[in-house]
């Protein structure tokens, strides 16, 4: 229990790090980058874009290196990768400079979250891994309302903001620390698994719920303190204070995470992806109608902090479940699948914007989530009328082997969560 106790809160430290202000940060603090490096939306977007490049280039080298000298590894390079980007942003004269340490601390995320799929299989007993990897993927929720609490300082001059990215250089140093200690070294399992196999029929859901997530999480990051602020902030809160409102309830109502094994278990994953996706849906469209509206905003903000921290957590043990043995592997792809939309996404909606306006952006890039909500609903559907019909042959399921099963994913032993 202390070990697993232990690897959850590395986790959680890892996560926060490199999904709060790594990867969100750059999105809370962008209207002071604007004002200070003279940034176009278009290029805006660019620059967000390099940050999720970067991300998605660290993941074939996180699985790669874990294959071959373990999961430890990773993390901590993943740790100092965000401080030394945090350290560059900090000291950034030019926009090329902020570029680069966006790009160098975006490239965390890809080091330090699929890494604990492996270490959780390795250490924790199978019936609490849902809990520790729903407390990792959660982590991020704590990065985002501490990145948040410290813009408040900023926004009100109590502190400048390279000092606060400076803190986070520090805080990116805690966490190797951490994981140098906790995450267990040596290589997770001899050989490497049947590729091709990442690409068959029951991963597929995975793939598609993967990149809905990134493109509808990476508009959002990128543009929605951005258009609040453009569109005159909030009501009674100075302009500069506003953007941290969107992330202090992006965090906060990101910790339902933790309920992300309790919620898949009474709703089943079809029906739980279906309410992500809504969620989701409904947070971009309240963010391009009402960014002013107190009540919209807080909606909005939260929705999608719950959908994202939900989403992530079922990502990662449901790419557990589909590649048991080979969790980093598995988690690995689901993320590239996650990158690739979150470097397209914001490119696409900051070129329209330029084109359009920002409303319109978000608007478009709602379709993509409420695609995933029909899709996933229908498989819902599927499941119930399956559940309660005659009896049959039972489906086969997307999560693979499913717990308490001893046939491995691959083969005849991959089943489908849900009626195809």
């Known amino acids: 229990m202390a070990r697993t106790l232990a690897l ?22 962008l209207p002071g980058f604007r004002e200070t490096f003279a940034l176009s939306t278009a290029g805006a977007g660019a620059i967000a874009g390099l940050g999720f490049l970067a991300f998605l280039l660290a993941l074939p080298l ?3 290196l874990g294959q071959r000298v373990g999961q430890r590894l990773p993390v901590v390079l993943g740790a100092l990768a ?29 080091f330090c979250w699929a890494p604990f799929n492996d270490a959780a299989e390795a250490i924790v007993p199978e ?43 520090l805080a990116a140093v805690i966490a190797a620390a951490m994981a140098l200690r906790t995450v267990p070294g040596g290589r997770a399992g001899t050989g490497m698994p049947d590729r091709p196999r990442l690409l068959r029929r029951p991963a597929l859901p995975l793939y598609a719920a993967a990149i809905c997530f990134g493109a509808s999480n990476a508009v959002y990051l990128s543009f929605a303190a951005d258009h609040l602020v453009s569109q005159g902030g909030l009501a009674g809160l100075p302009d500069r204070a506003a953007p941290a409102v969107i992330f202090l309830a992006y965090g906060s109502f990101g910790l339902l995470g933790l ?45 999608h902090g719950a959908a994202v921290m939900t989403v992530s957590a079922a990502l990662a043990f449901w790419s557990l479940r589909l590649f048991p043995g080979r969790g980093t592997l598995g988690m690995t792809a689901g993320l590239v699948a996650v990158a690739a939309s979150s470097v397209a996404a914001p490119a696409l909606a900051g070129a329209f914007a330029e084109a359009a306006n920002l409303e319109a952006a978000f608007l478009v890039t709602a379709a993509v989530p409420l695609a995933a ?37 691959g083969g005849g032993g991959e089943r489908d969560e849900f009626p195809l």
């Open 127 to 169: 019936a609490s891994r849902s809990g520790a990897l729903s407390a990792v993927s959660t982590g991020t929720s704590a990065g985002v309302v501490a990145a948040a609490a410290l813009f408040l300082f900023v926004a009100s001059g109590a502190v400048d903001w390279r000092a606060a990215w400076g803190i986070f250089a």
């Open 62 to 64: 996180t699985a790669w």
């Open 82 to 110: 965000a401080s030394a980007g945090f350290a560059l942003v900090a000291s950034a004269s030019g926009t090329a400079w902020l570029a680069s340490g966006i790009a160098l601390a975006g490239a965390s995320a890809g």
């Open 259 to 303: 309920a992300t094994g309790r919620l898949e278990r009474v709703l089943g994953l079809p029906a739980l992806l279906s309410a992500i996706f809504a969620a989701f849906t409904a947070s971009l469209v309240l963010i391009a109608l009402a960014p002013g509206a107190w009540w919209a905003l807080l909606l909005s903000a939260g929705l």
């Open 8 to 29: 959850a809160a590395t986790g959680f430290v890892a996560t926060a790090v490199a999904f709060g202000p790594a990867r969100m940060g750059y999105g809370l603090f």
């Open 373 to 409: 909500t029909l899709g996933f609903a229908q498989r819902a559907r599927r499941q119930r009328t399956w559940s309660l019909g005659p009896k049959r042959k039972r489906p086969r399921s997307i999560s693979g082997a499913g717990a308490g099963s001893s046939r491995p994913a």
